[in-house]
Protein backbone atom coordinates (compact mmCIF):
# COMPACT_ATOMS: atom_id res chain seq x y z
CA UNK A 1 0.00 0.00 0.00
CA UNK A 2 1.56 3.36 -0.86
CA UNK A 3 0.51 7.09 0.27
CA UNK A 4 -0.38 7.34 -4.04
CA UNK A 5 -3.54 5.00 -3.95
CA UNK A 6 -6.96 6.54 -4.34
CA UNK A 7 -9.17 7.76 -1.73
CA UNK A 8 -13.02 7.15 -0.43
CA UNK A 9 -14.76 9.84 0.37
CA UNK A 10 -14.69 9.38 4.43
CA UNK A 11 -11.59 7.58 4.08
CA UNK A 12 -8.58 9.93 3.05
CA UNK A 13 -5.06 10.36 3.58
CA UNK A 14 -4.15 13.21 6.38
CA UNK A 15 -1.92 15.08 4.59
CA UNK A 16 -4.29 15.31 1.51
CA UNK A 17 -6.76 16.79 4.27
CA UNK A 18 -4.23 19.44 5.22
CA UNK A 19 -3.01 20.05 2.04
CA UNK A 20 -6.57 21.04 1.31
CA UNK A 21 -7.18 23.05 4.46
CA UNK A 22 -3.84 25.31 3.50
CA UNK A 23 -1.69 23.98 5.14
CA UNK A 24 0.59 23.96 2.38
CA UNK A 25 1.57 21.57 -0.65
CA UNK A 26 1.39 17.96 0.44
CA UNK A 27 4.92 17.35 0.97
CA UNK A 28 5.22 20.16 3.62
CA UNK A 29 1.74 18.22 5.12
CA UNK A 30 3.73 14.85 5.35
CA UNK A 31 6.38 16.82 7.06
CA UNK A 32 4.27 18.23 9.96
CA UNK A 33 2.67 15.12 10.33
CA UNK A 34 6.46 13.35 10.43
CA UNK A 35 7.29 16.22 12.96
CA UNK A 36 4.82 15.13 15.35
CA UNK A 37 2.49 18.19 15.07
CA UNK A 38 -0.54 16.70 13.99
CA UNK A 39 -3.05 14.74 15.94
CA UNK A 40 -5.80 12.71 15.76
CA UNK A 41 -8.34 11.62 17.64
CA UNK A 42 -5.62 13.20 20.70
CA UNK A 43 -2.60 10.95 19.56
CA UNK A 44 -0.14 11.63 17.58
CA UNK A 45 -0.23 10.79 14.00
CA UNK A 46 1.96 8.98 11.67
CA UNK A 47 2.17 9.78 7.99
CA UNK A 48 -0.44 7.47 6.01
CA UNK A 49 -2.83 8.23 8.57
CA UNK A 50 -6.11 8.16 7.03
CA UNK A 51 -9.04 10.20 8.52
CA UNK A 52 -12.91 10.00 8.12
CA UNK A 53 -14.35 13.21 7.42
CA UNK A 54 -17.59 12.92 9.58
CA UNK A 55 -16.14 11.37 12.94
CA UNK A 56 -12.18 12.05 13.25
CA UNK A 57 -10.78 15.49 15.13
CA UNK A 58 -7.66 16.44 14.16
CA UNK A 59 -5.47 19.27 15.62
CA UNK A 60 -2.28 20.99 14.03
CA UNK A 61 0.21 22.18 16.81
CA UNK A 62 -2.97 21.60 19.20
CA UNK A 63 -5.47 23.62 17.29
CA UNK A 64 -8.67 21.59 16.50
CA UNK A 65 -8.99 21.93 12.55
CA UNK A 66 -12.40 21.49 11.18
CA UNK A 67 -12.19 18.84 8.38
CA UNK A 68 -16.12 18.03 8.14
CA UNK A 69 -17.31 18.02 4.65
CA UNK A 70 -19.75 20.98 3.12
CA UNK A 71 -18.98 23.40 5.99
CA UNK A 72 -19.19 26.81 4.94
CA UNK A 73 -18.16 30.41 6.46
CA UNK A 74 -19.74 33.65 5.35
CA UNK A 75 -18.84 36.76 6.41
CA UNK A 76 -21.97 39.50 6.81
CA UNK A 77 -21.44 43.51 7.10
CA UNK A 78 -25.35 43.50 8.74
CA UNK A 79 -27.20 46.65 7.82
CA UNK A 80 -28.95 48.58 10.87
CA UNK A 81 -32.86 47.50 11.33
CA UNK A 82 -32.38 43.74 10.17
CA UNK A 83 -32.34 41.01 12.61
CA UNK A 84 -30.27 38.13 13.46
CA UNK A 85 -32.43 35.56 14.27
CA UNK A 86 -33.94 32.98 11.97
CA UNK A 87 -37.82 34.39 12.07
CA UNK A 88 -39.70 37.09 13.64
CA UNK A 89 -43.50 37.31 14.11
CA UNK A 90 -43.53 41.18 13.46
CA UNK A 91 -41.80 40.49 9.79
CA UNK A 92 -38.81 42.73 10.38
CA UNK A 93 -35.74 41.78 7.53
CA UNK A 94 -33.72 39.07 8.79
CA UNK A 95 -30.22 38.73 7.63
CA UNK A 96 -30.38 35.26 6.90
CA UNK A 97 -32.50 35.74 3.89
CA UNK A 98 -29.76 37.71 2.19
CA UNK A 99 -27.62 34.61 2.45
CA UNK A 100 -28.02 31.28 -0.19
CA UNK A 101 -30.95 28.99 1.55
CA UNK A 102 -28.90 25.96 1.53
CA UNK A 103 -26.65 24.70 3.56
CA UNK A 104 -28.91 26.16 6.68
CA UNK A 105 -26.27 28.39 8.26
CA UNK A 106 -26.36 30.05 11.92
CA UNK A 107 -24.92 33.18 13.33
CA UNK A 108 -21.85 33.16 15.82
CA UNK A 109 -22.96 35.47 18.07
CA UNK A 110 -25.41 38.04 18.06
CA UNK A 111 -25.53 42.25 16.91
CA UNK A 112 -28.99 43.75 17.60
CA UNK A 113 -31.57 45.37 15.55
CA UNK A 114 -29.80 48.93 15.76
CA UNK A 115 -26.36 47.95 15.64
CA UNK A 116 -23.96 47.69 12.29
CA UNK A 117 -21.31 45.46 11.01
CA UNK A 118 -19.20 42.24 10.69
CA UNK A 119 -20.69 39.10 11.53
CA UNK A 120 -20.23 35.21 10.82
CA UNK A 121 -22.68 32.60 9.78
CA UNK A 122 -21.64 29.08 9.30
CA UNK A 123 -22.55 25.31 10.05
CA UNK A 124 -19.62 24.39 11.63
CA UNK A 125 -20.60 24.57 15.21
CA UNK A 126 -17.47 23.50 16.67
CA UNK A 127 -15.73 26.86 15.26
CA UNK A 128 -18.73 28.58 16.81
CA UNK A 129 -18.92 27.25 20.25
CA UNK A 130 -15.01 28.09 20.45
CA UNK A 131 -15.97 31.80 18.89
CA UNK A 132 -19.01 32.61 21.61
CA UNK A 133 -17.85 30.25 24.47
CA UNK A 134 -17.05 32.85 27.64
CA UNK A 135 -13.15 31.40 27.66
CA UNK A 136 -12.32 32.47 24.34
CA UNK A 137 -11.69 36.08 24.49
CA UNK A 138 -11.61 36.40 21.09
CA UNK A 139 -11.43 39.96 20.35
CA UNK A 140 -14.32 42.41 19.32
CA UNK A 141 -13.75 46.17 18.02
CA UNK A 142 -16.53 48.30 17.28
CA UNK A 143 -16.79 52.09 16.29
CA UNK A 144 -19.19 53.96 18.31
CA UNK A 145 -21.01 57.25 17.88
CA UNK A 146 -22.55 58.84 21.07
CA UNK A 147 -24.61 61.70 21.12
CA UNK A 148 -22.23 64.23 23.17
CA UNK A 149 -18.13 63.80 23.94
CA UNK A 150 -17.36 61.55 26.27
CA UNK A 151 -15.37 63.04 29.12
CA UNK A 152 -11.77 61.71 30.01
CA UNK A 153 -13.83 60.13 33.49
CA UNK A 154 -16.07 57.98 31.10
CA UNK A 155 -13.72 56.87 28.98
CA UNK A 156 -11.31 55.80 32.11
CA UNK A 157 -14.55 53.92 32.68
CA UNK A 158 -15.04 52.45 30.09
CA UNK A 159 -11.18 50.88 30.16
CA UNK A 160 -11.60 49.74 33.48
CA UNK A 161 -14.90 48.35 33.63
CA UNK A 162 -18.44 49.06 34.00
CA UNK A 163 -21.08 47.60 35.96
CA UNK A 164 -23.72 46.85 33.38
CA UNK A 165 -26.52 45.38 36.10
CA UNK A 166 -26.42 44.81 39.43
CA UNK A 167 -22.58 42.60 40.51
CA UNK A 168 -21.89 42.44 36.66
CA UNK A 169 -18.89 44.79 35.65
CA UNK A 170 -17.44 44.22 32.08
CA UNK A 171 -14.19 43.24 31.42
CA UNK A 172 -11.41 45.94 30.95
CA UNK A 173 -11.69 47.60 27.55
CA UNK A 174 -9.52 49.00 25.04
CA UNK A 175 -10.83 52.52 24.04
CA UNK A 176 -9.72 54.84 21.63
CA UNK A 177 -10.87 58.47 21.25
CA UNK A 178 -10.62 58.99 17.71
CA UNK A 179 -12.66 62.51 17.37
CA UNK A 180 -15.80 64.95 18.97
CA UNK A 181 -18.38 61.84 19.70
CA UNK A 182 -16.36 59.18 18.13
CA UNK A 183 -14.81 56.01 20.30
CA UNK A 184 -13.25 53.21 18.96
CA UNK A 185 -13.83 50.42 21.74
CA UNK A 186 -12.30 46.54 21.86
CA UNK A 187 -13.83 44.15 24.11
CA UNK A 188 -13.54 40.47 24.72
CA UNK A 189 -16.54 39.46 26.24
CA UNK A 190 -19.89 38.92 24.28
CA UNK A 191 -22.81 39.78 27.06
CA UNK A 192 -26.25 40.86 25.40
CA UNK A 193 -26.45 44.76 23.85
CA UNK A 194 -22.88 44.83 26.06
CA UNK A 195 -21.47 48.04 24.27
CA UNK A 196 -24.30 49.88 24.32
CA UNK A 197 -24.95 49.17 27.82
CA UNK A 198 -21.64 49.94 28.70
CA UNK A 199 -21.93 53.62 26.75
CA UNK A 200 -25.40 54.29 28.63
CA UNK A 201 -23.90 53.05 32.69
CA UNK A 202 -20.95 55.44 31.83
CA UNK A 203 -23.62 58.48 30.64
CA UNK A 204 -23.33 58.39 27.15
CA UNK A 205 -25.77 56.81 25.11
CA UNK A 206 -24.47 55.52 21.73
CA UNK A 207 -26.12 57.03 18.26
CA UNK A 208 -24.42 54.27 16.25
CA UNK A 209 -22.65 51.20 16.81
CA UNK A 210 -20.12 49.37 14.16
CA UNK A 211 -18.88 46.10 14.59
CA UNK A 212 -15.45 46.56 12.43
CA UNK A 213 -13.76 43.32 13.30
CA UNK A 214 -13.96 40.13 15.12
CA UNK A 215 -10.60 38.67 16.27
CA UNK A 216 -8.43 38.09 13.38
CA UNK A 217 -11.10 39.25 10.53
CA UNK A 218 -12.13 42.32 9.11
CA UNK A 219 -13.03 43.95 5.68
CA UNK A 220 -13.41 47.39 4.97
CA UNK A 221 -14.26 46.43 1.46
CA UNK A 222 -17.52 44.55 2.22
CA UNK A 223 -20.71 46.76 1.78
CA UNK A 224 -23.79 46.74 4.07
CA UNK A 225 -25.66 43.78 3.40
CA UNK A 226 -23.12 42.21 1.60
CA UNK A 227 -21.45 38.94 2.52
CA UNK A 228 -18.45 36.35 1.02
CA UNK A 229 -16.99 33.50 1.87
CA UNK A 230 -14.34 33.60 4.55
CA UNK A 231 -10.94 31.95 3.25
CA UNK A 232 -9.30 29.27 4.30
CA UNK A 233 -6.98 31.00 6.11
CA UNK A 234 -9.27 33.16 7.71
CA UNK A 235 -11.06 30.09 9.01
CA UNK A 236 -7.83 28.87 10.07
CA UNK A 237 -6.35 32.50 11.89
CA UNK A 238 -10.20 32.34 13.86
CA UNK A 239 -9.47 28.81 14.78
CA UNK A 240 -6.18 29.83 16.47
CA UNK A 241 -7.57 33.21 17.91
CA UNK A 242 -10.36 31.07 20.16
CA UNK A 243 -7.78 28.74 21.27
CA UNK A 244 -5.13 30.99 22.36
CA UNK A 245 -6.62 34.20 23.82
CA UNK A 246 -5.03 35.66 27.28
CA UNK A 247 -8.29 34.91 28.56
CA UNK A 248 -8.45 31.68 27.56
CA UNK A 249 -5.01 31.04 28.54
CA UNK A 250 -5.48 32.49 32.31
CA UNK A 251 -8.37 29.23 32.89
Known sequence: ??????????NIRL????ARLGFGSRRTCENMISAGRVKVNGAIAELGRRVDLTKDAVEVDNIAVSIEPDLVYYLVNKPAGTLVSAHDPEGRPLLIDILPAS???????????????????????????ALTHPSSGVEKEYLAQTYHDPSNLALRQLREGVEIEPGVITLPAKVGHLSP???????????NRQVRRMFEEAGYPVKRLVRTRIGPITDTALSPGHWRF???????LLSYASSNSPKRAKL
Open 15 to 18: QKVL
Open 103 to 129: PRVFSVGRLDYATEGLIIFTNDGKLAH
Open 230 to 236: LSVEEVR
Open 1 to 10: MTLEETDDQD
Open 181 to 191: CLVKITICEGR
